[in-house]
Nanobody
């Protein structure tokens, strides 16, 4: 049974940092691409960062390049999103995602990130 459980969200001031975690179970994260999405109020869900399976290459949305870093710990079967230099426009619910098959897409429950003075 595949499960994704996010944690690490919270309230932070502009310029601050947070590290989100996505603990996976029921599959091996290094075999599949893992993604972080976010959804702000009134906006569509958008892809923030991706780390591919096997090679572990990474990709980022232009809005977070240079500030966010996606990584994984294969031993812990956990994916991380290190977020630095946070801006108010980064405020959103952040979701972990993976797809293990053509019709097998999984989402975590989400974790709220709020950036405000």
């Amino acid at each position: 049974q595949v499960q994704l459980v996010e944690s690490g969200g919270g309230l932070v001031q502009p310029g601050g940092s947070l590290r989100l975690s996505c603990a996976a179970s029921g599959f091996t994260i290094s075999w599949y691409a893992m993604r972080w999405y976010r959804q702000a109020p009134g906006k569509e869900r958008e892809l923030v960062a991706q780390i591919t399976g096997l090679s572990g290459s990474t990709n980022y949305a232009d809005s977070v390049k240079g500030r966010f870093t996606i990584s994984r710990d294969n031993a812990k079967n956990t994916v991380y999103l290190q977020m630095n230099s946070l801006k108010p426009e980064d405020t959103a619910v952040y979701y972990c995602n993976t797809q293990t098959g053509i019709t097998a897409t999984y989402w975590g429950q989400g974790t709220q990130v709020s950036v405000s003075a």
